[in-house]
C-alpha cells in the first residue's frame, strides 16, 4: 500500500495546480482532458506546486515510468532546496514513513513490510474479505438504493487492514474523515488537517500502548516486537518509525482500495456491455481490475521528488533539489503506450500500467489491493444484477484533490 497518494498534507495536493494561472489549470476539473493537453505540447512542464513554489509535471509513459525508477530522484524532503518545499508537515512521530524515506532506511523498513503481504498471507485474506463484502452488501440490500462509497467501498478496505494489523473493531474511528481533511482540505476549515493529524497521532499512540500491553497474533504486533526486541538488530525500528509504519500502513491500505472499488465501479456502470461480460465470465475479474486501475486508477499523482542532481527527463534539463511530480494517470492514459487509451477496454493488455507505481517504491500491498477489488466487485455483480447508477453520471461528485482519484459518493439502485 505505500504509494501515492499519501497522508502529507504539504505533498498531498492541496490544489494550487488548480489555483495558478499556469499549464495545469483545469486538473481539478478535467484531469484526463488536461494531461492530454499536456502530454500533446510537451513532455514536462513548470507548473505552479501544491504549496506554490515551483514543480516540474511529468505525463508521458515513458518518462514517468524511468522516472519512477530512478534512484537520482530523493523522496527524503531534505534534498529539497531551501525554501524550495514548503507547506504543513506530520509530526516525527507520523513522519519517518516509507513516502519520505531513500535506501537504505527504506530498504530495512520496507524488508518488514513485505512480510505482512506475502502471497500466502494475501491469498489467506480472501475467504474473510469475501464475508465482509456480503455482510455490507446484506445490510443495504433491503433498502433497494445505497451510497457504494460509504456503504461499501469505504468499509470494506478499513476493515480488511485493521483486521491485519490487529485493530479491535471497536477502536476504528472514521478514517474516511481523517483521509478527506489531509487529501482534499476543506477551504472553508483550514485547521481540518491539523485537527485530523491530532486525532491520528493520539489514535496510533493509543493503540500502540494497547498492543504492548496486549499483544496477539496480528502485524501490529509483531511490528512492535521488532521494536521491542530488535536491539542490535539491522531491522530495528525507531519509535517514530514504528508508528509512521503503523500509520502508514493503515492509511495507504484504506485509501487506496477505496477508491479504485469505487472507480472500478463507476466505469462498469457507465459500461453496461463491459458489465454484462464479466457478469457472463466472473473468472475474468481479476484480470479486468488491471484495465480499471490503468483507466481511472486512484493516484492522479504520485508523491513528489526531489533530485540529488541535475537530472534531464523528457529533454528538459531538471536542477538538484527543485520538487519533481510524476503522473501515473497521465502515464497510463499515454496513447504512445496504450492505444485508445480512453476507451475502458477489459480485454487490453495492461502490461506495465502503472497505478500503483514502479520500481522500489511500487506499492508494497498492491495484491491486497487487487484482490480487495477484485472480490468487492465479484461480490456487487453477483447480489445486484440489475444494478444502474442513481443519478445521472455529470452529477457525480469527485473529491477536491489533484492527487486522489476518487468519488465523494455513488449513489446506485438495485
Request: proline content about 10%; aromatic content about 6%.
Amino acid at each position: 500500500m505505500p504509494h501515492a497518494p499519501h497522508p502529507d498534507p504539504a505533498d498531498g495536493l492541496t490544489d494550487g495546480l488548480a489555483q495558478s494561472p499556469d499549464p495545469a489549470d483545469g486538473l481539478l476539473d478535467d484531469p484526463y482532458g488536461t494531461y492530454a493537453r499536456l502530454r500533446d505540447t510537451a513532455p514536462v512542464h513548470r507548473i505552479a506546486g501544491p504549496d506554490g513554489s515551483p514543480a516540474w509535471l511529468v505525463t508521458r509513459y515513458d518518462d514517468v515510468r524511468a522516472a519512477l525508477a530512478d534512484p537520482r530522484l530523493s523522496l527524503d524532503k531534505s534534498h529539497a532546496l531551501p525554501g524550495a518545499y514548503r507547506g504543513f508537515a506530520l509530526p516525527p512521530a507520523l513522519d519517518a514513513n516509507l513516502l519520505n524515506m531513500d535506501p537504505p532506511d527504506h530498504t530495512r523498513i520496507r524488508r518488514l513490510v513485505v512480510k505482512a503481504f506475502t502471497s500466502r498471507r494475501v491469498e489467506s485474506l480472501r475467504t474473510p474479505i469475501r464475508r465482509t463484502a456480503d455482510e455490507l452488501l446484506d445490510a443495504v440490500e433491503p433498502l433497494g438504493h445505497a451510497d457504494l462509497v460509504a456503504a461499501y467501498a469505504a468499509p470494506l478496505p478499513i476493515t480488511v487492514i485493521c483486521d491485519l494489523l490487529g485493530v479491535p473493531a471497536g477502536h476504528r474511528p472514521d478514517f474516511r474523515s481523517w483521509t478527506d481533511a489531509l487529501i482534499a482540505p476543506d477551504p472553508a476549515r483550514p485547521q481540518s488537517a491539523k485537527e485530523a493529524v491530532v486525532a491520528m497521532l493520539g489514535f496510533f499512540t493509543q493503540l500502540l500502548d494497547r498492543k504492548r500491553k496486549e499483544p496477539a497474533d496480528d502485524l501490529l504486533s509483531d511490528l512492535i516486537a521488532v521494536r521491542d526486541e530488535g536491539e542490535g538488530s539491522r531491522d530495528r525500528l525507531t519509535e517514530d518509525e514504528l508508528m509512521s509504519l503503523a500509520f502508514l500502513i493503515l492509511f495507504a491500505g484504506y485509501e487506496n482500495t477505496v477508491q479504485l472499488i469505487g472507480n472500478a465501479t463507476l466505469a462498469l456502470l457507465r459500461h453496461p456491455e463491459q458489465l454484462a461480460s464479466l457478469r457472463a465470465d466472473p473468472a475474468r475479474i481479476p484480470v479486468a481490475v488491471e484495465e480499471f486501475s490503468r483507466y481511472d486508477g486512484p493516484a492522479l499523482l504520485a508523491i513528489r521528488r526531489f533530485p540529488l542532481e541535475d537530472v534531464t527527463i523528457g529533454g528538459v534539463n531538471v536542477p538538484a533539489g527543485e520538487t519533481v511530480l510524476l503522473s501515473p494517470s497521465a502515464a497510463n492514459r499515454d496513447p504512445r503506450r496504450f492505444p485508445e487509451p480512453d476507451r475502458l477496454d477489459l480485454t487490453r493488455d495492461t502490461t506495465g500500467q502503472l497505478a500503483l507505481g514502479h520500481g522500489i517504491h511500487h506499492c508494497v500491498g498492491a495484491p491486497l489491493a487487487r484482490l480487495e477489488t477484485a472480490t468487492a466487485l465479484a461480490a456487487l455483480i453477483e447480489r445486484f444484477p440489475r444494478m444502474t447508477l442513481g443519478v445521472p453520471a455529470e452529477e457525480l461528485r469527485w473529491r477536491p484533490s489533484m492527487r486522489a482519484r476518487g468519488l465523494l459518493a455513488l449513489p446506485v439502485t438495485f
